[in-house]
């Protein structure tokens, strides 16, 4: 029994379509597993801020007037830009200072850089200090990191409102 061309035609579109089907999958696993293993390499790479393995720098354009305690490594950042909810620059720093240490030294050098402190609050986890400085509000948040082996501090410089 003879096939006709178009029953030939049709079996092998769709032995072509299954394999390229088949390839496709494939492809888009290997896309997927490599996806997978690139954001577990950047997980573990931000996992290793606790082991103040620098992540990222000082945007060049954040404010030369905020302090950034030293040893401290940056966790993320933006420069003077405007984020559209009123904040100009933020950075995310880790340190392996005290906690006691970290609030002492910023609020000497807010006041050494021209800051005027305007507020503290002290819980339980941590302390934020807020300062203003010409039309400028600096909040400066520091608290115990979750494994408590160091201190996550968080600057976020904004205009005054």
């Given at each position: ?29 290997k896309i997927?597993?490599d ?15 606790s ?12 404010p ?32 392996n ?65």
């Amino acid at each position: 029994m003879r096939k006709s061309p178009q029953v030939t035609v049709s079996i092998l579109f769709i032995l072509l379509f299954t394999l390229l089907s088949s390839i496709g999958f494939f492809v888009k696993q290997k896309i997927q597993n490599d996806s997978y293993k690139k954001i577990k390499s950047q997980l573990v790479q931000v996992s290793k801020a606790s082991e103040l393995t620098p992540v990222y720098r000082v945007p060049d354009t954040f404010p030369t007037d905020v302090p950034i305690i030293p040893d401290s490594i940056v966790t993320s950042a933006t420069g003077d830009v405007s984020l559209g909810v009123g904040m100009d620059a933020w950075l995310s720093l880790q340190t392996n200072e005290r906690l006691d240490r970290v609030l002492s030294y910023y609020k000497q050098s807010i006041v050494d850089n021209g800051w005027m402190e305007s507020a503290i609050v002290n819980t339980p986890l941590g302390h934020t200090l807020t300062a203003t400085k010409n039309q400028r509000q600096v909040t400066i948040s520091m608290e115990k990191t979750k494994n408590e082996n160091g201190i996550h501090i968080l600057i976020f410089v904004m205009k005054k409102v």
